[in-house]
């Protein structure tokens, strides 16, 4: 990523945990505020409008959702993740070896992943493609897992899998603990935490006994789907330029547009022209990047998403007073109230915001001081548990 930083090893319970629950919880949220096309079209045709603080907070007011009781939050919190011992149990000890595109490695972790979703029965993508690079022809693949591929719209969550190449040893030993074996890590657990819940949904949806109750419809809401995404090519082979960077992204975008719906979908039905791709079905793109070093901050860098900040912001603050989890002195800001301006950080979700997309850039900025040094494969010594239950908080069952 542009000017990123990543972290390192020898910490033995991971930070990423209490992450993970505030992402868990945008996964329900985001699916029960069903951001249907109507909320792009709004935020595109206002683009260029010069439009008040006030106007702007009115366009991208908070959309409804379900929020949990307080056992709700306890049962979720106390769940799941396990609590790692050491950053080699669990996902992340098979995602933290040197990854780089093309190389051997980048093909036992693209066979770890893909286990694991196969277990759990997602419906999978590969796109492999040739790149050229400054090194010469690299050999990339993007790995992506839809639980229901049949849902006309969906949610993506997405991180980055291979690691920085380094030409000579040692440089070459690089592991980007944070950038980004870490996020991949709990987006890997998510999958493992949710799964069970979507697949009860879908059973109840089956034998015609979905919820409706007080405008909360199951049926309706099943029509937004989950998708992960694990990028190939963040990294620059050289110094990161709009060519030397994001490959995979960069290709998953373009193909993404150029596929146009069937006539048979919902959005083609409603609009023929221009006619709706891919890219259309997507209500929200989240990425992870460069989490689980310590003193994290996060911001909000996107008006159309400031209300999911906010969210997730509020829920780790719900988290924290009913004391389900453990934050060490000077830890407790992570979610900045400094709203940044789009475009200030390069990543893989610079191609699908160009293509109109909504983007939640989840990172952690200052990045750490550790940034692509063999430093950068420590991991913060923290409770695993505080980041992803904060958004749980606001999770749709």
Not at 180 to 198: D, Q, V, Y
Not at 295 to 319: G, I, P, V
Request: hydrophobic residues 40%.
């Amino acid at each position: 990523m542009n000017s990123k930083i990543v972290g390192g090893l020898p910490a033995m319970r991971l930070r990423y945990s209490s992450l993970f629950i505030c992402i868990v919880g945008i996964v329900p949220l985001l699916i029960c505020t069903s951001l249907v096309q109507t909320v792009h079209a709004e935020a595109n045709a206002n683009t260029n409008a010069k439009a008040s603080s006030v106007h702007e907070a009115d366009r991208y007011r908070t959309r409804d959702f379900t929020t949990l009781s307080g056992d709700g939050i306890r049962r979720i919190a106390e769940a799941y993740p396990p609590e790692y011992e050491s950053v080699t149990d669990g996902h992340l000890g098979k995602l933290l070896i040197p990854r780089a595109s093309g190389s051997e490695n980048n093909t036992l972790v693209q066979n770890y992943i893909s286990s694991m979703f196969t277990n759990l029965g997602w419906y999978e993508e590969k796109t492999p493609f040739t790149g050229s690079t400054p090194i010469g022809e690299v050999e990339f693949t993007n790995l992506i897992y839809t639980f229901d591929p049949d849902a006309p719209r969906k949610i993506i969550l997405s991180a980055h899998f291979d690691s920085k190449w380094f030409p000579d040893y040692p440089a070459n030993q690089f592991i980007g603990a944070t950038d980004s074996a870490a996020p991949c890590a709990l987006l890997l657990s998510l999958a493992e935490f949710i799964t069970p819940l979507l697949s009860s949904r879908r059973d109840r949806l089956q034998a015609l006994q979905g919820i409706l109750r007080d405008g909360y419809d199951e049926e309706e809401l099943s029509e937004t789907t989950l998708q992960l995404v694990f990028f190939d090519g963040e990294e620059a082979f050289h110094d990161w330029t709009a060519t030397d960077s994001i490959y995979g992204a960069r290709h998953l975008a373009e193909t993404w547009s150029e596929t146009y719906l069937p006539s048979s979908h919902p959005l083609a039905r409603r609009r023929q022209s221009p006619l709706p791709s891919v890219l259309n079905t997507i209500d929200v793109l989240v990425l992870l990047d460069l989490l689980g070093n310590s003193h994290s901050s996060l911001h909000s860098y996107f008006r159309e998403t400031d209300w999911l900040f906010d969210e997730m912001k509020s829920a780790d603050q719900r988290l924290r007073d009913m004391g389900l989890v453990e934050v060490e002195r000077g830890q407790e800001g992570w979610f900045s109230p400094v709203k940044m301006r789009r475009g200030m950080i390069g990543d893989d979700h610079i191609p699908f915001l160009h293509r109109g997309v909504s983007i939640l850039h989840v990172i952690s900025s200052p990045f750490p001081n550790v940034w692509h040094t063999l430093g950068a494969q420590r991991l913060c010594p923290t409770r695993p548990r505080r980041a992803i239950n904060a958004v749980y908080d606001s999770v749709c069952m």
